[in-house]
């Protein structure tokens, strides 16, 4: 399958043109059409103006892009031109300070060489049996046929095996605290990025009381962790060994606040994000019967009363067809963004530093150049070799180039885990009563969650988890 690029769609470009986009107003430039619908309007300006939209945040100017031979030029070929602390990040950094997420140059290099063998071979395939294991414990509690915000349930469960994995901590008397605080932190983030301007922390509006309660909140339960690290003084192999055993060139141990940073940025970005994909499966599974019922097939063919383990994934094969179609439909990060970092040129458009780079995932996996019938939920389509004719970057759940998400394996084995361990013993009935609106903030999240009746299916189910090596969905290959 070819990507057409950009000159498909933008046929008279020169040095001197920019790029074609709407009319913006002055002063706040697109900011209305982005608070009032942002999926709306961007894959509106898309189809419209083609790979390369010109578009303003305030007076920020900004390039949408969805071609996916642009979207390399910025996370891949040209990556040392674009750096992350965008208009968007300039809004959260209380939040994640210097962590993996946002830290730049030869700093964030350092930190994920050393968090990267936390997320690898057989200490990744290791997390298998924490994931069933918490699982299992989260739907034994659950009654059949009351009705339930699944959405909710994944938050607290994706936020315990986080913390259990790469932590070893058990978070399960935060979890309800936790989540309320990072709702509020996430509520903040979206009204922040509907400003055309930065308003500091420190103004006592009553938003901004709530993010930092929120976030005092969030920081005391890590503080926690690691405190309890410190006193425990025991190796444990896990991320947070690593993070705490490593020397600088002077023979320096990482300062608390860095700890607290990359903590911070991995419990968030690890739990939520994985929730969300879970979410959305579930939100698509109730809609489709079909879909439900050979994805249960599956589940009973492949494990029938024993317990999922890593070695079953290489044959859970639909199972991961189900949640690689869910994140194109319903793509937890929902745009990634990038800035200028000097003059470069994309597509052959000049881009003038300081330009916020927009490549939207729900926008390129919703294209129908890439994917027939783009809007349909067909598992089905990634049971050939679509994943290997796809061009590079036409589907980007978890972005890519040196800064793809650490976490993408960990994310695609907890999801197949947990779906398999949910589906085995409960028929999800969505409640369909209440509706679902998708609410883009840094996460495409489910206004007013996900509801469910969970129809009892199996009670019993046994076995143990295994210490195979971790199998690679192909979508990630
Ligand atoms: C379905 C689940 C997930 C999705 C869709 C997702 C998506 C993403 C995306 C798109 C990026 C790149 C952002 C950019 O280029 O600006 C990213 C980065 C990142 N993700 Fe994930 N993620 C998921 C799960 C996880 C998990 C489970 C963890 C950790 C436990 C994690 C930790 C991170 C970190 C630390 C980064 C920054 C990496 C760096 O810049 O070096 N994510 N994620």
């Known amino acids: 399958m070819a990507d057409a690029g950009s000159p498909a769609t933008t046929p008279q470009r020169s040095q001197e043109c920019s790029p074609p986009g709407p009319k913006g107003l002055p002063v706040i430039g697109h900011l209305l059409e982005i608070r009032r619908d942002p999926l709306g309007f961007f894959s509106t300006c898309s189809e419209r103006y083609g790979n390369i939209v010109s578009l303003r945040f305030g007076t920020w100017p900004a390039l949408l892009l969805s071609g996916p031979s642009d979207v390399e030029t910025v996370l891949v070929k040209n990556h040392h031109g674009f750096k992350k602390n965008t208009f968007f990040w300039r809004h959260v950094t209380a939040i994640f300070g210097k962590g993996l997420l946002t830290s730049e140059g030869e700093f964030w290099h350092r930190q994920r060489r050393l968090a990267a063998p936390a997320f690898a071979g057989q200490r990744l395939a290791s997390y298998g049996a924490i994931m069933v294991r918490h699982t299992s414990r989260v739907v034994e509690r659950w009654k059949p046929d009351a009705a339930r915000d699944f959405h909710a349930d994944m938050m607290?469960?994706?936020?315990?095996?986080?913390?259990?994995?790469?932590?070893?901590?058990?978070?399960?008397e935060d979890v309800a605290a936790m989540d309320k605080a990072v709702n509020a932190l996430t509520d903040q983030i979206a009204v922040r990025f509907a400003r055309p301007f930065v308003i500091p922390d420190v103004v006592p509006l009553p938003g901004h009381i709530r993010y930092r309660r929120?976030?005092?909140?969030?920081?005391?339960?890590?503080?926690?962790?690691?405190?309890?690290?410190?006193?425990?003084?025991?190796?444990?192999?896990?991320?947070?060994s690593m993070l705490m055993q490593a020397r600088d060139e002077n023979g320096d141990p990482m300062p608390d606040r860095q700890l607290r940073d990359e903590a911070v940025t991995l419990l968030l970005a690890g739990h939520e994000t994985t929730a969300l994909a879970l979410s959305w499966t579930v939100y698509l599974l109730g809609q489709h019967p079909d879909v439900e019922a050979r994805l249960s097939a599956e589940i009973e063919a492949v494990l029938g009363s024993r317990a999922v383990s890593v070695e079953d994934l290489p044959?859970?094969?639909?199972?991961?067809?189900?949640?690689?179609?869910?994140?194109?439909?319903?793509?937890?990060?929902?745009?990634?963004g990038r800035e200028a970092v000097e003059d470069c040129e994309i597509g052959g458009y000049p881009v003038p530093a300081g330009t916020t780079i927009l490549m939207s995932p729900w926008v390129i996996h919703r294209h129908q150049r890439y994917f027939d019938e783009p809007a349909k939920f067909q598992p089905d389509r990634w049971s050939g070799d679509l994943a290997r004719q796809l061009p590079r970057f036409a589907y980007l759940p978890f972005g890519g180039g040196p800064r793809i998400c650490i976490g993408n394996r960990f994310a695609t084995m907890e999801a197949v885990l947990i779906l398999a361990t949910v589906t085995q013993r409960f028929r999800l009935h969505l409640l369909r009563e209440r509706e679902v609106v998708p609410f883009p903030s840094i996460t495409l999240r489910p206004k007013g969650g996900i509801w469910v009746k969970p129809v009892a299916?199996?009670?019993?189910?046994?076995?143990?988890?295994?210490?195979?090596?971790?199998?690679i969905s192909p979508s990630l290959k």
């Open 315 to 336: 044959r859970l094969r639909f199972t991961d067809q189900v949640v690689t179609e869910a994140m194109r439909l319903y793509p937890p990060a929902w745009a990634i």
């Open 156 to 172: 607290g469960l994706t936020l315990g095996i986080a913390a259990k994995a790469l932590f070893d901590s058990e978070v399960e």
């Open 457 to 471: 299916r199996r009670r019993e189910v046994h076995g143990q988890a295994s210490k195979a090596d971790v199998w």
């Open 214 to 240: 929120a976030l005092r909140r969030v920081e005391s339960v890590v503080q926690r962790i690691i405190r309890e690290r410190r006193s425990d003084r025991q190796d444990k192999g896990d991320l947070l």
